[in-house]
């Protein structure tokens, strides 16, 4: 999930509140957040 805190756009995980980075931008946020999914997405894989 992408939370805005203090003007920054932190990428969080929904279950644990664990942060993955903060962003000048949402553009940035959701990229990295599109990348954490494919990583997810491939550990599942094996």
């Keep these: 999930m992408i939370k805005k805190v203090g003007g920054k756009y932190v990428v969080m995980s ?3 509140g664990r942060k993955f980075g903060s962003y000048n931008t ?3 946020a959701e990229k990295r957040l599109r990348q954490i ?5 491939l550990k599942r894989r094996k």
């Excluded at 999914?37 to 997405?41: L, P, T």
């Design 14 to 16: 929904e279950h644990t």
């Design 26 to 28: 949402k553009a940035e």
């Design 37 to 41: 999914e494919v990583f997810k997405y």
